[in-house]
């Protein structure tokens, strides 16, 4: 697998793209029931699967009629914190919290 750190945004597009394009192909729909299922134009499917995708909303609904969303998944998930991190924040809120005078 090629670094994607190597390649420009140009590249990473059509890739996304062209994965885009081979997943709707293996499931058998054509890009005007994309485009309807989607809500979008046949014009904006096209422009995604060559790799021009300036709509994030489009590229979500695409993703998401699909069936692809899971290929985000994990920019979506909540960072967990080790027991460490927990300790050390626990201790910091309890350090910082008011005493009553007497």
């Not at 394009?21 to 046949?42: F, G, M, P, V």
């Not at 014009?43 to 300036?54: C, D, F, L, M, R």
């Not at 979500?60 to 924040?89: A, I």
Request: charged share 30%; proline share 1%.
């Amino acid at each position: 697998m090629e670094d994607i750190y190597i390649l420009s945004d140009a590249q990473i597009q059509k890739k996304i793209g062209e994965k885009i394009k081979a997943t709707r192909l293996k499931q058998n729909i054509t890009q005007d029931s994309l485009a309807e299922s989607a809500s979008i134009s046949r014009s904006s499917v096209q422009k995604v699967e060559s790799g021009e995708i300036k709509s994030f909303d489009t590229f979500l609904r695409v993703l998401r009629t699909l069936g692809m969303l899971n290929e985000l998944h994990h920019l979506c998930e909540e960072e967990q914190l080790s027991p460490s991190e927990y300790y050390d924040m626990v201790n910091s809120i309890k350090k910082n919290r008011r005493k009553r005078a007497r």
